[in-house]
């Protein structure tokens, strides 16, 4: 099914470790972004891409890079995991201008020890 | 500053019963303004949008939402909710630029 596809869906990680998050959408979607949801502040965004090769900051990009090397896929990546970043994360792709709607996958549940 | 306010964090309403939630936006001009629902565990589903022409917006599930301008609204209603209605509800903008701007979110509690 076309959609946002994002990998792994559960993740614990200890204080330090770096990972990353992958995302994939097939819709030939230019416009990506990561978002992290926390109890009572919605979701935040994190990084955003409005095609291969562009990327830029958001809300809360602190302690998170990405990199938009084809259409497809916006990998997030962790680089020294906080306890701060223990969250939901979710990404989103979005067709042609900001009216359009945005499509979201199912999201990644990671907790940092 | 632009924002996205949804100022009930959490609403009980009776199954058949009608239902609205509230969402606030502050901007200079007409956002572009969507809702979405959560399931349980679940991603985000776009119930409708709004960017421009007739203000009653029509979505899936039998939502409905209306912009009003002179009040900074877009209230989500629903004239009689069901089981399977119960989430949290987000009302969304990116004012015309790149970052969509959240509401904290809706918890829908339905009893029968």
């Known amino acids: 099914n076309a959609g946002v596809t994002q990998t792994p869906k559960f993740q614990v990680l200890k204080t330090g470790q770096s990972m990353t998050l992958q995302c994939a959408q097939d819709m030939n979607h230019e416009y990506m972004s990561w978002y992290r949801q926390d109890p009572g502040m919605g979701l935040r965004l994190i990084h955003y891409?409005?095609?291969?090769?562009?990327?830029d900051q958001g809300e809360v990009p602190n302690g998170y890079n990405v990199s938009r090397s084809t259409t497809e896929d916006f990998p997030l990546r962790l680089l020294s995991a906080a306890p701060s970043q223990t969250s939901v994360y979710f990404c989103?792709?979005?067709?042609?201008?900001?009216?359009?709607?945005?499509?979201f996958g199912s999201g990644t549940r990671l907790t940092v020890v | 500053a632009q924002s996205v306010t949804q100022p009930d964090i959490h609403i009980t309403v009776s199954e058949g019963a009608s239902l609205e939630l509230r969402c606030n936006y502050s901007?200079?001009?007409?956002?572009?303004l969507f809702w979405y629902v959560q399931s349980p565990g679940q991603g985000l589903q776009l119930l409708l949008k709004y960017f421009s022409g007739d203000t009653l917006v029509q979505g899936i599930k039998g939502f409905e939402a209306e912009f009003k301008r002179s009040q900074s609204s877009f209230n989500l209603r629903k004239p009689s909710v069901h089981w399977s209605d119960a989430a949290e509800y987000f009302c969304?903008?990116?004012?015309?630029?790149?970052?969509?701007?959240f509401g904290t979110g809706t918890r829908l509690t339905i009893i029968p």
């Open positions: 989103a792709s979005r067709e042609g201008q900001g009216f359009y709607g945005y499509t």
């Open positions: 901007y200079g001009a007409t956002p572009y």
């Open positions: 969304l903008s990116n004012f015309g630029n790149e970052k969509l701007t």
């Open positions: 891409s409005v095609g291969a090769g562009i990327t």
